[in-house]
């Protein structure tokens, strides 16, 4: 991966997507030379990415996502379920919503989050440890 992102989650979402490395365009010339001539067989990480990754790896502790403080209380609430795995219509029923209302708020959620998809949101939610709140 050769990026101009260095924030935790793009990260560790590269490594799960199977990145074989993560180098930051920033580097200098010959650096990045250097990884690429390295990758067959090796995975190049930038020295400032490789930082972040040992530090999270001690820690063993869920990836802060500032963007989650955006959320409301129910739209926590009702992406906790999404990352659960539960559609809109079982959302619904379980917080006793309709599923219009649970549309909107999936919608706020993608919209605060920045993200494209549900899916993509269920991983922030995975990845920041809010399932593993008690439910």
Do not use: C
């Not at 992406?79 to 029923?93: F, H, K």
């Not at 209302?101 to 899916?119: H, M």
């Amino acid at each position: 991966m050769l990026t101009t992102y260095d924030a935790d989650e793009w990260v560790f979402d590269a490594i799960r997507s199977g990145a074989a490395g993560y180098i930051l365009k920033d580097s200098p010339a010959e650096g990045l030379a250097a990884a690429i001539e390295a990758a067959a067989g090796k995975t190049p990480v930038d020295p400032a990415v490789a930082d972040k990754l040992f530090a999270q790896i001690a820690r063993n502790a869920p990836v802060e996502i500032p963007l989650l403080a955006e959320l409301t209380e129910r739209e926590r609430e009702v992406l906790v379920l999404l990352g659960r795995g539960l559609s809109n219509a079982e959302i619904a029923e379980r917080l006793h919503l309709s599923e219009g209302t649970v549309r909107n708020y999936v919608s706020a959620i993608l919209s605060k989050l920045g993200v494209p998809d549900r899916t993509q949101a269920a991983v922030l939610a995975i990845r920041a440890g809010l399932l593993d709140e008690p439910r």
